[in-house]
């Protein structure tokens, strides 16, 4: 191996160990930001998808405004709605966003197994989930399930400065598939197809007004 070749792995695994050092941080210190170039993936109306940072001990009403995404009227009826909501919040995540990558990769079935190994409700490989201190028998446990794979999409979302579009390429082909590929989506079919799938479900399942979600929705999160 190249000397150049050498520093250039061991950058890469120095910035992956620095992303998955501690999960307690915020997720991004703005917003959940878009790369905005959809042209190879065919989406007529990408849209807009962002999520404002949510401040848990920072901003003013903030534990509030985590309860109601919780209670988005948008998820109701859902599957697994209150595991969901817990896990995400947990992470600082739109439960929102968390139903769309379980109904994208199991479509709500605890029970999945894919050809490839990656289990239950997030389709999770048990090398992922072990960093987390979840055991492949106990993948197929929802709230199991949900703890290690929101921690791990809420990893991503650090990993790559909050870049929804890459979190979500990490999350199907690996986060070492997009470093290889320059911090870009990998040129997988599967991947380039799975990212607009899930960004098509978000848009579908987020709230659409803030001032309605931060205010109206908050009593009804009580009832979770």
Same mark, same amino acid.
């Given at each position: ?14 910035l992956?160990s ?10 991004n ?23 404002r ?8 009403g ?8 919780? /209670?988005?009227?948008?998820?109701? %009826? !859902?599957?697994?709605?209150? *595991?969901?909501?817990? &896990?995400? +919040?947990?992470?600082? #995540? ?48 929802p ?33 070492? /598939?997009?470093?290889?590929?320059? %911090? !870009?989506?990998?040129?997988? *079919?599967?991947?380039? &197809?799975? +990212?607009?799938?899930? #960004?098509?479900?978000?848009?579908q ?20």
């Amino acid at each position: 191996m190249s000397a150049a070749r050498f520093c250039a792995v061991l950058a890469a695994c120095l910035l992956v160990s620095q992303a998955f050092a501690d999960d307690t941080q915020l997720v991004n210190p703005s917003q959940y930001k878009l790369r905005g170039n959809f042209a190879d993936m065919r989406l007529r109306n990408p849209g807009e998808y962002r999520l404002r940072e949510l401040r848990r001990m920072v901003a003013p009403g903030a534990e509030a405004h985590l309860k109601a995404l919780a /209670a988005n009227p948008l998820l109701a %009826g !859902r599957p697994y709605r209150k *595991s969901i909501a817990a &896990a995400a +919040v947990k992470q600082n #995540l739109d439960p929102a966003l968390v139903h769309a990558v379980v109904a994208a990769e199991s479509n709500y079935r605890a029970d999945a197994v894919s050809p490839s190994g990656a289990i239950g409700l997030m389709q999770l490989m048990p090398e992922t989930a072990s960093r987390y201190g979840v055991r492949a028998e106990d993948l197929q446990r929802p709230d199991s399930n949900l703890r290690a794979g929101t921690r791990y999409l809420a990893d991503l979302l650090r990993m790559f400065s909050g870049d929804l579009e890459l979190a979500l390429a990490g999350y199907n082909a690996g986060e070492y /598939a997009v470093l290889k590929h320059g %911090g !870009r989506i990998p040129p997988y *079919s599967a991947t380039r &197809a799975y +990212v607009p799938r899930v #960004l098509q479900l978000y848009e579908q399942l987020r709230p659409r007004d803030d001032d309605t979600v931060a205010g109206g929705l908050v009593e009804t999160a009580a009832k979770l």
